[in-house]
């Protein structure tokens, strides 16, 4: 391996600058061998994904169809909602306040609870 530099003594690279070459190096070199790995990951996610969306749908539906059955969780739900439109920024989980991390996580809590959350969970 060669460094170059304009200037005389500043051909040097970092231990981050080499393994950055490294990792570009194997990388490239394993390509084919990663390949299926990589389209395997990827219809994995993409079943999961496609499942979830599902079963939030009858989910959804099954919530509106039930007014009551799941008040608790449809509370927590519109008081999250709410607390959501106030929140400037990105809407991830450690950048949220303190008081509406609380509401996520009861959310959370209450989710869990239902069968098909759990068999979500399972397969994640």
Do not use: C
């Not at 990827?42 to 008040?71: F, W, Y």
Request: glycine content about 2%.
């Amino acid at each position: 391996m060669i460094a170059w530099s304009v200037k005389p003594r500043q051909a040097y690279l970092s231990k981050d600058g080499i393994k950055k070459i490294k990792s570009a190096l194997t990388n490239d070199i394993f390509k084919q061998e990663m390949l299926h790995t990589y389209e395997q990951k990827s219809a994995s996610r993409d079943e999961l994904v496609r499942r979830a969306r599902e079963e939030m749908k009858t989910l959804v539906q099954e919530i509106q169809t039930s007014i009551g059955s799941h008040s608790e969780a449809e509370l927590l739900m519109v008081t999250l909602a709410a607390q959501l439109e106030a929140v400037k920024g990105k809407k991830k989980y450690s950048y949220l306040p303190k008081a509406v991390k609380k509401t996520v996580d009861k959310v959370v809590n209450q989710m869990e609870q239902l069968p098909i959350i759990d068999e979500f969970y399972q397969v994640w």
